[in-house]
Each structure stands twice: as C-alpha cells, then as structure tokens.
C-alpha cells in the first residue's frame, strides 16, 4: 500500500505531470459555509484541484463529506463562499444570472442519478433540445442528434418516450443530451446509482466512450468503487478537504479497483466486486 496515505497531489504538480495545456477546471481554495451563527456546517474546507482537458475524474468520499456541494459549486447550482472556479480560464463564481444560465447551457454538461428526461418528448427530442436550447440551425439538429445517438448505442430507442425504456437506456440518452452540444466538462451525480449492476456496467462503457472516443472531460461524483474504477483519477474528500489522490496511469481497471478499495476501506466505505 505505497500511495494510499500520501499527500494528495498539488493542483500545479498535476498540471505539470499533465503537460502544458490549461486545465479545463480549476478548483481554487473554494470553502462553502451553510447555515448561521447558532448552527453552522463547513460543508468545503478549502478544496483546490485542476481536471484537465480530457480527463475523467471520480469524486468519492464519505456520507457528508460534501462530495455533492462540491460538485453543485462547480456546476453553479450552488454559491462557494470563498474561493474561486475557473472553467476553461473564465471565473465562473462572480457570474451574475444570465451569463449563468447561458454558462450552463453552452460550457457544461448533467447527467444526474435520475435521468431527468422530459417525460412528454421522445428521446430523440430530449437530446435535440439540448442543441435547440442553444440556437443550433435546424438543418444541423437531426444529424448531430443521430450521430450521438450512433456513437453512445442508443439509436434504436430515439423514438421511444422515457416510460417506454428501460431505467439504462434513460441514463444513456441523458449521457447523450449532456454531451450533444459539445460542453467543455460534463458533471455526473451518481449517474449509475440507480442502475442494476449490468446496466450499470453499459452506463459506465458510455462514460468510458464519451471520454476516449469524443474527448469529454468528465467529473463524477460516486459512492461506488466499482463506478470509480472507470476514471482516470480519484479525488477522496473526507470532512469537506481533499484526503487523497489517487491515478489509474497504465494499470489495469481491477488494479485500480483494488487501489480505490485500500483507500475506501480506510474511509470507512462500501465493498463491492470489481468484476
Ligand atoms: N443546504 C444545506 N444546508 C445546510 N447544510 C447542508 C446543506 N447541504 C449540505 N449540507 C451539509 O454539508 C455537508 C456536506 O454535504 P454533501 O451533500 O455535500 O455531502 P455528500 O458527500 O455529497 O454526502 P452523500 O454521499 O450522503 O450524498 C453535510 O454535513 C450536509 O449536512
């Protein structure tokens, strides 16, 4: 057990070790205070990270130790209370209502736990209105609506309604409706933590895919080591601070699934089979 208990890596030693190029996310001394004088939780005590471009980074960590804060403050869902968070260069803490939603909108990606398709529109429709949303030319909706659904497996389900698929095939058009309009970091809340073992297992090839074949840099947060497993890197937050860090770099995924199960073992986590 060499790296389990190391220090977590420097944001600038991973923008090092990462080459030259600039990080599409930068986490800068973020701390997120709720509540008021009587009762007051320091949900992110000074967290600091980059993600590059092309990276797929895990977020685990205990039952409150504001993995999901964390994540909400990124995607500006939430305010920090200090602290700065640069996507693609830009500070996106001080954005004022509209340029936040058009941030949203244009720059990130959501897959949530439940797949949150529009119960009323076809499949095809719910990733269209991704590009719709966004002022995409007609002429160019079908084709990159179809090219996705190509590339994620999911063009036999595009004319189904979400009641008429299965729980698998939603979470999979919702990876498809966060990555149709090409946004810069792609968030994922537990997006297999609905799922059966199998079809999270298919939902986590898709993640897999979207990162290896169409570039998406992705931060997920996640319980579950298997999950884990599929990244590239493991952030660990333990009492809103970054405990470890941990990189798959050339081993294979069940090694890397071992190696998040030392940490998670130390946590105080779940244990699940890596096959
Ligand atoms: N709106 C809020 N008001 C007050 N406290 C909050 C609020 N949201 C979260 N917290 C607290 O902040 C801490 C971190 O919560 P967070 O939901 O980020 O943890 P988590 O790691 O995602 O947990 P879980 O794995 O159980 O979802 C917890 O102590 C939680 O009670």
Do not use: W
């Amino acid at each position: 057990m060499t790296e389990v208990y190391a220090t977590p890596q420097s944001a600038a030693a991973a923008h090092a070790a990462a080459g030259s190029a600039r990080p599409i996310l930068s986490v800068r001394q973020i701390e997120k205070v709720y509540g008021n004088r009587d009762s007051v939780t320091r949900a992110i005590n000074d967290i600091s990270f980059d993600v590059m471009p092309g990276e797929f980074v895990g977020i685990m960590g205990p039952s409150g130790s504001g993995k999901t804060t964390l994540l909400n403050c990124v995607a500006t869902i939430d305010t920090v209370t200090s602290g700065h968070i640069l996507v693609d260069g830009r500070d996106v803490t001080g954005l004022r209502s509209r340029s936040l939603a058009k941030f949203r909108r244009d720059d990130l990606g959501f897959i949530f736990q439940d797949s949150n398709l529009l119960d009323t529109l076809t499949a095809f429709e719910n990733i269209a209105l991704a590009l719709t949303v966004k002022g995409e030319h007609t002429s160019k909706v079908r084709p990159k609506v179809e090219e996705i659904a190509q590339v994620l497996g999911v063009s036999d389900v595009l004319n189904k309604y979400p009641y008429q698929m299965s729980g698998g095939q939603k979470q999979r058009i919702a990876a498809a409706r966060a990555m149709v309009a090409d946004p810069k970091l792609v968030l994922a809340d537990e997006p297999t933590g609905a799922l059966d073992s199998r079809s999270a297992s298919v939902m986590l090839d898709t993640l897999t895919m979207m990162n290896t074949q169409l570039n998406a840099t992705i931060m997920m947060v996640t319980h579950d080591s298997f999950a884990a497993s599929f990244a590239s890197r493991i952030l660990f937050i333990k009492d809103g601070a970054v405990f470890n860090e941990i990189r798959k770099g050339d081993t294979s995924r069940t090694d890397f699934f071992n190696r998040i199960m030392e940490v998670v073992t130390f946590l105080g986590g779940d244990v699940r089979d890596a096959s």
